[in-house]
């Protein structure tokens, strides 16, 4: 049988733990103890708290023995304890270090099934320093550049520099300094990553724990890249187009630069880029269309062949929540806001000569862009001459829900609010049975496809599984006349616990959202909007239960929002559901709310007594 053994020292004094986790064996098989973090140092009258876990290849393992045993710098034992594990592997226990404990290194002993493994800690006179953080590395021409944030210890009096170079499986010290920056000017080994770590030491030279190690790529070359096409701001998320050129150091274009290059973001705050381009220079030179995810600051870097170039920094925003991009050409589209009717005034900054057109169905025949078309949940085509980010004015539909109806044939469809739906969140309803949108297609009410436009060619948002999404329109295929029901708060399908509170004999309670008709929620929720905190409680005794349940929701503020309570009686092993209404006026606080919920009863005796924990659940609003 496979087990493992981990172990776990907290130094209650200075809430600091350690993980032991070295090699070792156990009976047949084989698992690993490691160190984390890396720091074992100790202090001298400290209260060491030991505990971890055994589990094998099924699992954790109940009931097992664990002798433990630690033993001074000259070997002589300090402490001694046999545990055995609870139900879930788990079993701990805990030591003193002596005021007068010896300096030096410390080895602790386990032993389970008659295999064992130890692990060393030291005890000193004094912690030393933690290591600096948030180091950096930055490539050079045949040099890398650090720097890092000073160590939080107020004994940290220098840093040491390590290095490990391409081959290396150690790390080389090759520095020390009192700066918080340092270039390494011997990384010769252009194109391949050079590591580096640093550590902090007091003025006696006691060194402390390195950093995380950072990696850079140095470059060998003069030759760098020229970016053109980008502008300040970029938006998040728009595709733009971008040229970029790999020159020598008179600004000439290298002609025989046809190595493969990849091109990748170099964010200040955060972000990302799609796609990750890997692509040949012909001729020295790439160009393309790119997308930016992501907010702040931002570079572009390209790579190729061990030479690293920059652009210049832009600023990386996200777009307007009321702001539609439209690449030229034909765009299939939706606005998930209720907007002017008319797409000539939607669309009035869009650069002429350009064309919008709606297929209504109860006429099977295109109205064009002079006709009052739009409409939340409608979706339309848009053809621009070029490609733009469109801002428009626009308000979010005040309601939970939104119902329209679809006539046999194509309908040209789009999401009702700006968020994106799931196929199980979207409600077909015939007027004798609802369906959501794959019960509908098994039903034979509408088609198995949603088709989107891609800007080359349709694709089935249904066969991929991608969900309806916000800005974009489909068109779908119904063969009666139905109504189409969008929910502004998400629907959860089967999955109605939010969370479960804990519970008491003899009753248990779990709490969940649901929206006015009855479907299972998730937070965030909108002003103006109204949900149900709902309660299951179930009796797990052999008699009548008489209870009270209280719900009560606090505001971001910390003040009272809402309060009400339900007297009831659950028979023997019953369950039921209770509900609650909580509404969010339209200047109600943004923010977290706390949703308590608290079950009272008298059983058996007649003093009232709380039996379900004040349990609690974070729902964020949002305007």
Known sequence: MKMKIKFYFVLSLILFQVFFLPPWVIGEGSALLTLQPNSGFFLQGQNVFLSGSLSGENGPISGKDVGILVFNPVGGPLFADQVSTDSSGFFQTNFRLPDSALLGSYTIQACANGASTSANFKVVTQLPPSPPQNLTALPG????????????????????????????????????????????????????????????????????????????????????????????????????????????????????FTSRASLSPVPVLSGSISPTLTEAFLEGEWSGKVVLTGSGTMCIQASCSGIYGTSNEFSLQEPSPKSLYLHSGWNLVSLPYQTSTYPTEVFSSLPQ??????????????????????????????????????????????????????????????????????????????????????????????????????????????????????????????????????????????????????????????????????????PPFHRGSTVMITATIQNNSSETVPFILLFNTIDPSGAPFSFSTISASLGPNQSAIYSSSLSFPANALTGNYQVRVFAWNSWPSKSWRALSSPGSVVCELIP
Request: aromatic letters at 18%; a negative charge.
């Open 353 to 522: 000569p350009w064309r919008a057109y709606w297929w209504d169905p109860s006429n099977s025949r295109y109205l064009s862009k002079d006709q009052p078309f739009i409409s939340p949940g409608r979706g339309f085509w848009v053809k621009s001459p070029v490609d733009i980010l469109i801002n428009f004015e626009g308000e979010e539909l005040n309601s939970d829900s939104f119902t329209f109806d679809l006539l046999p044939g194509w309908n040209m469809v789009g999401v009702p609010f700006p968020r994106s739906f799931s196929f199980e969140e979207i409600f077909l309803e015939t007027g004798t049975a609802t369906y959501d949108f794959s019960s509908a297609v098994s039903a034979g009410l509408i088609r198995n496809a949603a088709y989107f436009w891609d800007g080359s060619r349709y694709e089935n948002a249904y066969k991929t599984g991608s969900g309806l999404e916000p800005f974009k329109g489909y068109w779908i295929k119904v063969y009666q006349p139905c109504r189409l029901t969008f929910f502004k708060e998400r629907v959860l399908g089967n999955t109605t616990d939010c969370q479960v509170l804990s519970s008491s004999y003899p009753l248990s309670l779990s709490l969940s959202f649901r929206n006015s008709l009855g479907f299972p929620i998730s």
């Open 141 to 256: 021409q045949n040099s890398v550049f650090l720097s890092w944030s000073p160590s939080p210890s107020p004994a940290a009096s220098f840093y040491l520099v390590y290095r490990k170079a391409p081959g290396e499986l150690q790390f080389t010290r090759v520095a020390t300094t009192s700066s918080l920056e340092y270039t390494d000017n011997f990384a010769t080994a252009c194109g391949q990553p050079y590591a580096y770590a640093v550590s902090a030491a007091d003025a006696t030279g006691y060194e402390g724990d390195r950093s995380a190690e950072v990696t850079a790529i140095p470059y060998g070359h003069l030759a760098t890249f020229r970016f053109e096409g980008i502008a300040t701001p970029q938006f998040s998320g728009i595709p733009f187009n971008i040229r970029i050129q790999a020159v020598d150091q008179w600004g000439g274009k290298v002609e025989d």
